[in-house]
């Protein structure tokens, strides 16, 4: 749901965009970080907020890491 988002912000578009692994953050709702394949070689960190369920509203996309390699460890950012 987040990868129009994101090739929005890159102004580009993927053919790739496979999620690998992911970690959660509880706040007032869930913060999830996202390791996601965008092509053989490169990967990019996604930082996705959801809100609590009673708002209604979907996930977005809050800030991203680009450059990253399938090995690169994924961290809170």
Do not use: C
């Not at 578009?13 to 996601?36: C, L, R, S």
């Not at 800030?63 to 460890?73: M, N, S, V």
């Amino acid at each position: 749901q987040v990868k129009p988002q994101f090739e929005s912000k890159e102004n580009r578009t993927y053919g790739i965009f496979e999620a690998i692994v992911y970690k959660t953050q509880v706040v007032a709702g869930i913060n999830y970080f996202i390791k996601v394949q965008v092509s053989p070689a490169d990967y990019v960190h996604l930082k996705v907020f959801q809100s609590l369920p009673h708002e209604n509203q979907g996930p977005s996309l809050v800030a991203f890491q680009t450059g990253k390699t399938r090995d690169d460890p994924l961290t809170y950012f």
